[in-house]
């Protein structure tokens, strides 16, 4: 089962660009990569998930190079309100289980 | 759509006390899960299902139980509450497919005094 390890805590500023990135050394051929926002006082929220390459939405960009063993989460010019946790999940665990580690707590000044 | 809608929002019980906490969704999604998350730490899993009828232990199960009668259903059941359960409890559910999202209720805060 893929474990991912993430960064602990980010800062950054408003108009930023930040990036968050995983590393999931063991992925599985068939394991998709999710990752999930979450504010204080409420439950996570889906952000965005990806196999492979590059994938964007209206919040998020998700880069994954071809070997898979890792990705980064790509917030364009980051707003106070971006402040908040971002799990990585990946595997089994990730859409079965749901299991979470940790995540990156960023914090966005002004 | 409510989404998934967890009750109470807020509680205080006494040590020893049982209580269920209530979880509906209505999005008809088979997967649904049970967290609890301690003050600035990550989520846990307590338990999980994957349709009516069927549960499983997750990462931190001891003195919770839940059952999974209906697919909109998944209370979890607290006994002989203890301080070490306080916390904020979040149910979640999921669709089958792979490449779907997981959808949160908005957390029940649990006090055991």
């Known amino acids: 089962l893929a474990k991912t390890t993430q960064p602990i805590s980010m800062d950054s500023y408003e108009g930023q660009e930040v990036n968050i990135t995983c590393s999931h050394n063991?992925?599985?051929?068939?394991?998709?990569i999710t990752w999930y926002q979450q504010f204080p006082s409420q439950g996570p929220r889906f952000i965005i998930q990806g196999y492979k390459t590059k994938v964007t939405n209206e919040v998020a960009s998700l880069f994954i190079p071809a070997d898979r063993k890792s990705s980064t989460l790509s917030l364009p010019r980051v707003s106070l309100s971006d402040t908040a946790v971002y799990y990585c999940?990946?595997?089994?665990?990730?859409?079965?289980?749901?299991?979470f580690g940790a995540g990156t707590r960023l914090a966005v000044h002004p | 759509n409510a989404g998934v809608t967890q009750t109470p929002k807020f509680r205080i019980l006494k040590i020893g006390q049982s209580m269920t906490l209530q979880c509906t969704q209505d999005?008809?999604?088979?997967?649904m899960y049970w967290y609890r998350q301690d003050p600035g730490m990550g989520l846990k899993l307590i338990y999980y299902?994957?349709?009516?009828?069927?549960?499983d232990k997750g990462e931190v199960p001891n003195g919770y139980n839940v059952s999974r009668s209906t697919t909109e259903d998944f209370p979890l059941r607290l006994e002989l509450a203890a301080p070490s359960q306080t916390s904020v409890y979040f149910c979640?559910?999921?669709?089958?497919?792979?490449?779907?999202?997981?959808?949160f209720g908005q957390g029940t805060r649990l006090t055991v005094v």
């Open positions: 979640a559910s999921s669709s089958f497919a792979k490449n779907t999202e997981a959808f």
């Open positions: 063991n992925i599985a051929t068939n394991d998709y």
């Open positions: 999940l990946v595997g089994e665990e990730g859409y079965n289980k749901l299991i």
């Open positions: 999005m008809n999604h088979n997967y």
């Open positions: 299902s994957v349709g009516a009828g069927i549960t």
